[in-house]
């Protein structure tokens, strides 16, 4: 298919307005030959007029009075006369023959040529004048005056004519420039449509602008484009920044772990076995046995804690230095089991059989159900986009990068923590759902409460609870990140209150 490169606004409506004003200098052309034709034949019909009177008036002197004058009335009434008005007086000076009547009352242009025959037209007294014998002896005075009239409305009605068409041109070039311009903006809507989109990140619509009719729109086109194109470049560079952060945060975690397992517990396992020791060394003291006995429950309460903060240093365990922690793979049900984790230890919290941060969180007088929904978009063995349980046959095969599944347990962590501390709900659910019709995979996460609420979720990532840091760990990994009221607080879904949710869409590239 052929292009035609844009043309310049202004030369696309000049040449369009040429292109109207020449159809209609030649239709006007046209129809003035056509009136020249009509001249023509009126012109040469009044003169054969004229000759026809002249004949019969020439012949007068062979009749009686009464047949000249009807023959006379007979011819006019036939033939008329341009221009000229016929008088006949008799040799009593009584005028026989007086001019027909004025030409009727011209229609809406009437006032036009009354105007005209008031003010414009001088009377002209020119005449000719003869006299012709009649058979009894005597004598008529025939006379021929000019009359201005028909000339004056034949000149009037071209003189419409002419402006009627002129205004029709003139009419038709403004359509046709109004129709030009407005078909030559057209795309600006979508222009503009697409600059709306653009102001709240979304820049489909600038990709999938058309190219434009003119060259002022494309070049508007064309920066627009580039500016995406630099915004994609700034948002890459930022994304690969985030997850440097990230991975840097990772790994002084991992570094911590480490440290924490190496010296804390070989100390701690050192003093455990000399606790044990001076316990069988002092069995028979018992006021120095229970201390002893006392020192080694404490050191294996903390051998305990350090575990659980390992736990959260490094959820999905450790990783050996020559492995690539972005690159490395891991099963969903990995990260599954995490969740199950995550959300059991809350529920045991809000029984009042747990201890540490959410046992502290957690009202005793209302306490929180807690519950994890697992759900897949489609099955492998089955057609359709079914929503079903995830099957746990599915989540053993299907690998995610390890990156992901610790962004989605970091940000679970998150979510959970802030509903426990700030919702006051009665329920908070976390959602995975595994999408398996689409490629690439999508795997979309949600947690959902039914509490207070959240009113401005821009200044609540100001205050820096946590939201930021979490729509940082989506965005880092190119996901779609949105939080809003998990309901209308009208009351309609059983809640005056709007709760809060909390989602995600994250894709990764699925391993051949």
């Known amino acids: 298919m052929s292009w035609s490169p844009p043309f310049d606004l202004p030369r696309l409506v000049m040449r369009r307005a040429f292109a ?45 009075d009464r047949s000249a004058l009807a023959s006379v009335r007979e011819t006019l009434a036939q033939e008329g006369l341009r221009h000229l008005t016929l008088h006949i007086v008799d040799s009593h000076g009584r005028v026989i023959l007086r001019p027909l009547p004025p030409p009727p009352d011209p229609g809406p242009l009437g006032w036009l040529y009354e105007l005209h025959r008031q003010t414009l037209s001088a009377p002209d007294g020119r005449r000719a004048t003869w006299a012709v014998r009649r058979p009894d002896g005597g004598r008529w005075v025939v006379s021929l005056a000019a009359s201005h ?73 064309t920066a627009l484009r580039a500016l995406v194109q630099a915004l994609d470049a700034a948002e890459s560079e930022r994304r690969v920044l985030s997850q440097q ?82 690159s490395s793979l891991l099963p969903l049900a990995r990260l599954v089991q995490l969740l199950d984790s995550l959300v059991a230890g809350w529920q045991a919290s809000a029984r009042g059989d747990g201890e540490g941060e959410g046992a502290a969180a957690q009202d005793s007088a209302a306490p929180t159900r807690w519950r994890l929904t697992l759900t897949q978009i489609g099955h492998p063995a089955m057609l359709g986009a079914l929503a079903l349980p995830l099957d746990p046959a599915v989540a053993a095969s299907t690998r995610i990068p390890r ?45 959902q409460d039914d509490g207070i609420g959240l009113p401005d979720a821009a200044l609540a990532r100001q205050r820096g609870n946590g939201l930021g840091g979490m729509q940082e760990r989506v965005w880092a990994l190119g996901g779609t990140w949105t939080v809003g009221p998990a309901h209308a607080a009208d009351g309609s879904a059983g809640s005056t209150r709007p709760g809060l949710r909390l989602s995600a869409r994250l894709t990764w590239k699925p391993t051949p």
Not at 27 to 36: Q, W
Not at 256 to 282: I, M, S, V, Y
């Open 403 to 447: 990156d992901l599944a610790l962004a989605v347990y970091r940000i679970s962590q998150e979510a959970l923590t802030n509903a426990a501390r700030h919702a006051g709900a009665r329920e908070v659910e976390l959602s995975l759902t595994l999408g398996l019709v689409s490629q690439p995979p999508t795997l979309e996460w949600s947690v």
């Open 245 to 326: 952060v990230l991975t840097l945060q990772e790994d002084e975690r991992h570094h911590l772990a480490r440290e924490l397992h190496d010296e804390f517990g070989q100390r701690l396992t050192a003093l455990r076995l000399d606790a044990a020791w001076l316990g069988r060394r002092l069995a028979d003291q018992p006021e120095l046995h229970g201390v002893v006995t006392g020192m080694a429950e404490r050191c294996a309460e903390v051998q305990r804690d350090i575990r659980d903060l390992l736990v959260r240093l490094r959820p999905l365990g450790p990783v050996d230095d020559g492995d690539d922690d972005e």
């Open 149 to 221: 009239e028909s000339e004056r409305i034949e000149a009037l009605n071209d003189l419409a004519g002419a402006l009627a068409l002129l205004l029709a041109c003139f009419g038709a070039l403004l359509l046709a420039m109004a129709w030009n311009v407005r078909r030559a903006f057209a795309p600006l809507t979508a222009l503009l449509a697409a600059i709306g989109r653009l102001e709240h990140q979304d820049d489909t619509g600038v990709r999938q602008l058309p190219r434009m009719p003119i060259r002022e729109l494309e070049s508007i086109a």
């Open 20 to 64: 109207t004003g020449l159809a209609g200098l030649l239709l006007a052309a046209a129809l003035g030959l056509m009136r020249v034709n009509q001249n023509i034949a009126e012109e040469v019909d009044a003169a054969m007029s004229l000759a026809s009177v002249m004949a019969r008036l020439g012949a007068l002197d062979q009749v009686d």
